[in-house]
């Protein structure tokens, strides 16, 4: 299996992340980060600014996210800095999707080490695929290496790719 950290680093190099702000998305992303009980006193402290929960404003932010948890308070009427503070808790979680700045396409050059085989010696081997910009978000959503090597030529996800007949090692990716 190819390793694909090298591949996201380079999608996450060249692509915006897109994090939660919505109160719904945020307690979404908190729950699964700190369990079914935990996250709304971690939500409180950073929308009060305090860890102290002896404070009035530590209180006060925990009763409001447990109102917008029961559907008793509507987050859109909240103030503009509790909204500030929703977005800065989203930062703290993991993107939602990454985007193409200005709606661009993406090109990724893909260097790797070609296993030796019958013809052929160990060597280094080296692709670039252009995508537009629609194919890109596409792939930006769902990245495979198998649709890199098939761009590269026709069966080259069966040659290379995941599950191929020859493994690529020492696999880097750039984007431009």
């Known amino acids: 299996m190819i390793d694909k950290a ?3 680093r380079a ?5 915006v992340p897109v994090y939660p702000s919505s109160f719904t998305d945020v307690a979404q992303g908190f729950k699964e980060k700190f369990g079914a009980r935990g ?7 950073i929308v009060s600014g305090t860890s102290d929960k002896k404070s009035n404003k530590y209180k006060a932010a925990l ?30 979680l993991d993107p939602i999707r990454r985007e193409l700045p200005g709606g661009q396409g993406l090109t990724l050059t893909v ?4 296993p030796e085989d019958r013809g052929h010696a160990q060597r280094e081997r080296s692709f670039t695929v252009t995508m537009d910009a629609t194919t890109a978000a596409e ?10 090597f098939d761009e590269w030529f026709d069966g080259g996800a069966e040659a290379y790719g995941d599950d191929g007949d020859y493994e690529a090692e020492n696999v ?3 984007a431009a």
Do not use: H
Not at 75 to 88: F, I, M, S, Y
Not at 139 to 148: G, T
């Open 39 to 45: 996250w709304t006193s971690q939500l409180a402290q």
């Open 172 to 174: 880097q990716v750039s």
């Open 111 to 114: 260097t790797f080490t070609a």
């Open 6 to 8: 090298p591949l996201q």
């Open 11 to 15: 999608i996450d190099g060249a692509t």
């Open 63 to 92: 009763r409001n996210v447990q109102r917008y948890e029961k559907g008793t308070y509507n987050p859109d009427r909240a103030r503009a800095n509790v909204k500030e503070a929703l977005t800065a808790a989203g930062k703290t």
């Open 139 to 148: 792939f930006v959503a769902a990245p495979d290496y198998d649709y890199l």
